[in-house]
């Protein structure tokens, strides 16, 4: 009984079954990345020129194919374009209709090294303002990259570079102490591998931020608050956390042991909110010891103690 239904099912798949095209090869079998070729597909025992569009695949990504025509029934031409950032080696080449027959190529065409193409900023954006000190650099990223070099100047011909560093793939973090309150940068990026270099990308520029305070939240907190800055003891970067229950002018004000005020860090108004400070005590040029640092606002005032050591 069982191998009675087997065979009944074998004979309606192949009554409803269409015709199976018989790929034999295809011209060419090779590319490399960053250009566009002519391509062939040859077959037998096709029908080809009974449908009315064909759609032509790479398996393994980075190769397209478009203007995919039937020129007769034994053979397909097509237009493909290869990335700059496919992926190197072997692609099967798939060929399927709108009666859902599929055929099929293992190892149809390879994709060759090629130099690394020009990459695509992403971030920072270009023109942007109120940027960290600390931003995250980003641009596309390319497999057959083997490492690419970033470039931060403060002139768009980078005669004066503040930051140049060899990386395998995007992001960078950019630490601090790197990049200036207030300052605008430039910035580009190239790729190498075992070719050679590529060229750099577009420059961009972007303004850091004037300020050292970021917002941590815009939520209400329930009361005003200065915490303990950390780390502590520093030299020189620390961070200062502090919480605004009304809208208020705020001051941040640095005193040494015998109660001089030293620096004024903040001094501007606020809402509602969470912040932080990021305070840089070489800067200032200040001196190893015991300071105090004070949140006034319109209706507190709170002091906390921190230690320098150089």
Known sequence: MKNLIFILLILILTITAYPQSQLVNCIPDTGSQSFSYPFILNGTGTEWTTSP??????????????????????????????????????????LGDPYLNFDSIPQGFKVLLWFPAKPNLLYPFNNSQNILQTPVMIWDSNKSVDNFRLMIANDSLFNSVVFDTTVAQPPVNIRTGVLQLGQKY?????????????????????????????????????????????????????????????????????????????????????????????????????????????????????????????
């Open 186 to 310: 430039y910035w580009r990026v190239r790729g190498f591998n075992l070719l050679g270099n590529g060229p750099w990308s577009d420059i961009w520029n972007f303004r850091v931020r004037t300020t050292s305070i970021s917002i941590i939240s815009s939520k209400i907190p329930d009361a005003y608050d200065l915490l303990q800055n950390y780390p502590n003891p520093f030299n020189p970067y620390t961070t200062i956390d502090y919480n605004i229950k009304s809208n208020s002018n705020v001051k941040l004000v640095l005193y040494d042991i015998t109660g001089k005020q030293t620096a004024l860090l903040v001094n501007q108004f606020h809402n509602a909110g969470y912040y932080r400070y990021k305070f840089n005590s070489g800067k200032l040029n200040i001196s190893s010891g015991i300071y105090f640092y004070q949140m006034i606002t319109n209706d507190v005032i709170i002091t906390k103690r921190m230690v320098i050591l150089k």
């Open 53 to 94: 569009y064909f759609v032509i695949y790479f398996w393994g990504g980075g190769v397209f194919a478009d203007s995919v025509r039937a020129i007769n029934d034994s053979v397909i031409l097509a237009w493909i374009d290869i990335y700059a950032n496919a992926d190197t080696g072997y692609k099967t080449v798939i």
